[in-house]
């Protein structure tokens, strides 16, 4: 079935959504988690009266807007690329998208537009507490706003709450409410927006402990340091818990995912989670070849067990499991998947058939093969290699194991800040300081991998189970999609440069008497 | 009633004026904002009338005049995918 596709399209017009997905995401995560920093800053400011939060709050939102206005917008070009080159995906999900997509724009546009300029221009004008006001609501707004891309993120993991429709060819939504609160969308979300709040703190801290270091606005960065590292242990505790959370739905609802993940080929109970691995070269299983062996890893017997279903004895499938099937944990081998995928796919072309004919009792059997198929219909496009169905088990384990390692680290690192702080040796404690300095791009590392794990671990599918990257991908030039991946690159090279210059520069001249916009 | 709709008219066009001013000295009293708005703004050309216009056509919406035909491509590229 799939032998004639050209395989370097889907291949480039990946790299390409996700070249702009990353770039985008560059900028998404330091809104959503600066935007509370400075609105607690601010809090404390109204609270007490002390013009230094003023000044301080002042700082943090022009590093704020910096980051925002070179950011924003970018994400609209993943909106051009989903017409242009995924357009076959986009008519396919078009209702379920529509709602959260516009829910979001509106949102968006409301509650960040309109605030962020009473934010920026109301100081000294409008009373503080409208203003105080004002700066929660573009933090709640910004937040709220990631909501709905998420939960269309969330439902291409796991598709629910909708009914697809063979005479359009379209998902309609079917329950508004099982789509926003399916397991994956909460986890998703919760579990990125805790992990961008973290991201913030580190920002907050690592640019404080600079000024700490040069002994610049020592005052001004101590006390950054104090609320960021106390938002910062917050969140980071509440990214572990939503990520442990995560791992259980994916091993749900994404086992090949939660297998690549560990690297998992052969299932078992009591099964032990890799805590440092080294994937060899050399594949476990030839006809898989994305399936790797280890080189070396020390394990923590029993614990991937426990994290995924609370109980040491419950029983993990492998890689090979989940391809050849295990009676024992009713586990369907892909080649029953395939064969009832194809059956599928079969009845839609039936269907189409007896719709031009206009053959009603056709259509309607046609229709019931198809209802009755439909959730493996993606899997009768791997007739031919089957093997395609595994996802590239390095990068997935890897990028996991990275997000995972970083963020534990990122919790003991909050902690021990907010001990030299306690104890009053912050600011001469010089091997921390710079330590907060490497923290910032390793918080960016941390933000990008959990996208790599969450995307690259759900490969081939595009909505999982349901449509592969293969049909989702538009019949368009190859040479045309390496164009666009180019000018992509370029432009954002360029913004992030503007971007990185523009807050240099600003960190450099530091908190004003009065701030600036 | 006519001087009641005349306050209420006085004190609309003092809200909206207030609103203008509010923005007018906003933007006028930006120092690093001019620079990021004209970043935004050249952000905004380059995506709308260059990358939209020129590189980025709806596909299906292009290539085809209704829904119906639209469907029926999406339907022959998942029965067929080539």
Redesign the interface.
Same mark, same amino acid.
Do not use: C
């Given at each position: 079935m799939t032998e004639t596709f050209d395989y370097s399209l889907i291949d480039w017009s990946r790299a390409q959504f996700a070249l702009t997905a990353m770039y985008h995401w560059i900028f998404v995560p330091l809104t959503l988690g600066l935007g509370f920093i400075m609105a607690i800053m601010e809090t404390i400011y109204v609270r007490t009266g002390d013009p230094a939060w003023k000044r301080i709050t002042k700082f943090w939102m022009t590093i704020f807007g910096i980051n925002f206005a070179i950011g924003v917008a970018t994400g609209i070009i993943l909106e051009f690329e989903f017409g242009t080159n995924w357009s076959n995906y986009s008519w396919f999900v078009g209702d379920i998208f529509g709602a959260p997509l516009a829910i979001e724009g509106i949102m968006a546009f409301f509650l960040e537009s309109t605030f962020i300029a009473v934010m920026f221009f109301g100081w000294n004008k409008i009373s503080k507490k409208f203003h105080l006001i004002s700066t929660w609501l573009v933090a709640i707004g910004a937040s709220l706003s990631a909501l709905w891309i998420l939960v269309a993120n969330a439902w291409m993991q796991l598709p629910v709450g909708m009914k697809f429709n063979p005479e359009t060819a379209r998902n309609e939504m079917a329950n508004f409410w099982e789509v926003l609160l399916s397991p994956m969308a909460v986890s998703k979300f919760l579990h990125t927006i805790s992990s961008s709040y973290t991201l913030a703190a580190l920002v907050v801290i690592g640019i404080s402990s600079w000024f700490l270091l040069k002994k610049r606005h020592v005052v001004f960065a101590r006390r950054s340091i104090v609320v960021a590292a106390v938002f910062g242990l917050t969140t980071s505790l509440f990214t572990i818990l939503t990520g442990d959370y995560s791992a259980k739905v994916i091993a749900r609802h994404q086992p090949m995912k939660f297998a690549a993940f560990e690297g998992m080929y052969v299932g078992q109970r009591n099964a032990p989670l890799i805590a440092i691995g080294v994937v060899s070269s050399s594949p476990e299983d030839p006809e898989n070849k994305n399936a790797k062996d280890f080189a070396f890893k020390i394990e923590i017997p029993n614990f991937l067990s426990y994290m995924a279903f609370q109980d040491i004895n419950a029983f993990i499938p492998g890689i090979q499991d989940l391809m050849d099937g295990n009676e024992e944990h009713d586990i369907l081998p892909v080649s029953e998947k395939i064969t009832r995928g194809k059956l599928a796919i079969d009845a839609l072309a039936d269907f189409k058939t007896a719709k031009n004919a206009g053959d009603e009792e056709k259509m309607l059997k046609s229709r019931q093969v198809l209802d009755e198929n439909f959730k493996y219909f993606g899997y009768g496009y791997f007739v031919d290699d089957p093997s395609r169905l595994i996802p590239n088990v390095p990068v997935t384990f890897y990028s996991f194991h990275l997000m995972v390692a970083l963020g534990m680290w990122f919790l003991l690192f909050f902690a021990i800040v907010l001990l030299l702080v306690y104890k009053g040796k912050i600011a001469g404690s010089g091997f921390w300081l710079r330590i907060a300095i490497v923290n910032i791009p390793l918080a960016y590392i941390a933000s990008q991998a959990g996208w790599i794990t969450a995307e690259m671990g759900r490969q081939p599918w595009v909505i999982q189970d349901l449509m592969p990257t293969l049909t989702a991908v538009s019949r368009l030039d190859t040479n045309a999609v390496i164009t666009t991946f180019i000018l992509f690159a370029l432009i954002f090279t360029t913004l992030l440069i503007a971007e990185l210059k523009i807050m240099f520069k600003q960190i450099k001249l530091g908190p004003k008497p009065e701030g600036g916009n | 009633m006519i001087a009641f709709t005349g306050i209420m008219e006085n004190k609309k066009t003092n809200i909206f004026r207030r609103i203008f001013r509010? &923005?007018y000295?906003?933007?006028r009293? =930006?120092?690093?904002?001019r620079? #990021?708005?004209i970043?935004?703004l050249i952000? #905004?050309f380059? =995506?709308f009338a260059i #990358?939209?216009l020129f590189?980025?056509? $709806? &596909?299906?919406?292009n290539n085809f005049d209704t829904?119906e035909e639209?469907?029926?491509h999406?339907?022959e590229? #998942?029965? $067929?995918?080539?």
């Amino acid at each position: 079935m799939t032998e004639t596709f050209d395989y370097s399209l889907i291949d480039w017009s990946r790299a390409q959504f996700a070249l702009t997905a990353m770039y985008h995401w560059i900028f998404v995560p330091l809104t959503l988690g600066l935007g509370f920093i400075m609105a607690i800053m601010e809090t404390i400011y109204v609270r007490t009266g002390d013009p230094a939060w003023k000044r301080i709050t002042k700082f943090w939102m022009t590093i704020f807007g910096i980051n925002f206005a070179i950011g924003v917008a970018t994400g609209i070009i993943l909106e051009f690329e989903f017409g242009t080159n995924w357009s076959n995906y986009s008519w396919f999900v078009g209702d379920i998208f529509g709602a959260p997509l516009a829910i979001e724009g509106i949102m968006a546009f409301f509650l960040e537009s309109t605030f962020i300029a009473v934010m920026f221009f109301g100081w000294n004008k409008i009373s503080k507490k409208f203003h105080l006001i004002s700066t929660w609501l573009v933090a709640i707004g910004a937040s709220l706003s990631a909501l709905w891309i998420l939960v269309a993120n969330a439902w291409m993991q796991l598709p629910v709450g909708m009914k697809f429709n063979p005479e359009t060819a379209r998902n309609e939504m079917a329950n508004f409410w099982e789509v926003l609160l399916s397991p994956m969308a909460v986890s998703k979300f919760l579990h990125t927006i805790s992990s961008s709040y973290t991201l913030a703190a580190l920002v907050v801290i690592g640019i404080s402990s600079w000024f700490l270091l040069k002994k610049r606005h020592v005052v001004f960065a101590r006390r950054s340091i104090v609320v960021a590292a106390v938002f910062g242990l917050t969140t980071s505790l509440f990214t572990i818990l939503t990520g442990d959370y995560s791992a259980k739905v994916i091993a749900r609802h994404q086992p090949m995912k939660f297998a690549a993940f560990e690297g998992m080929y052969v299932g078992q109970r009591n099964a032990p989670l890799i805590a440092i691995g080294v994937v060899s070269s050399s594949p476990e299983d030839p006809e898989n070849k994305n399936a790797k062996d280890f080189a070396f890893k020390i394990e923590i017997p029993n614990f991937l067990s426990y994290m995924a279903f609370q109980d040491i004895n419950a029983f993990i499938p492998g890689i090979q499991d989940l391809m050849d099937g295990n009676e024992e944990h009713d586990i369907l081998p892909v080649s029953e998947k395939i064969t009832r995928g194809k059956l599928a796919i079969d009845a839609l072309a039936d269907f189409k058939t007896a719709k031009n004919a206009g053959d009603e009792e056709k259509m309607l059997k046609s229709r019931q093969v198809l209802d009755e198929n439909f959730k493996y219909f993606g899997y009768g496009y791997f007739v031919d290699d089957p093997s395609r169905l595994i996802p590239n088990v390095p990068v997935t384990f890897y990028s996991f194991h990275l997000m995972v390692a970083l963020g534990m680290w990122f919790l003991l690192f909050f902690a021990i800040v907010l001990l030299l702080v306690y104890k009053g040796k912050i600011a001469g404690s010089g091997f921390w300081l710079r330590i907060a300095i490497v923290n910032i791009p390793l918080a960016y590392i941390a933000s990008q991998a959990g996208w790599i794990t969450a995307e690259m671990g759900r490969q081939p599918w595009v909505i999982q189970d349901l449509m592969p990257t293969l049909t989702a991908v538009s019949r368009l030039d190859t040479n045309a999609v390496i164009t666009t991946f180019i000018l992509f690159a370029l432009i954002f090279t360029t913004l992030l440069i503007a971007e990185l210059k523009i807050m240099f520069k600003q960190i450099k001249l530091g908190p004003k008497p009065e701030g600036g916009n | 009633m006519i001087a009641f709709t005349g306050i209420m008219e006085n004190k609309k066009t003092n809200i909206f004026r207030r609103i203008f001013r509010f &923005y007018y000295d906003g933007f006028r009293s =930006m120092t690093v904002g001019r620079t #990021l708005w004209i970043i935004i703004l050249i952000k #905004l050309f380059v =995506m709308f009338a260059i #990358l939209k216009l020129f590189f980025f056509p $709806n &596909y299906l919406k292009n290539n085809f005049d209704t829904d119906e035909e639209r469907g029926n491509h999406v339907i022959e590229q #998942l029965i $067929n995918p080539k």
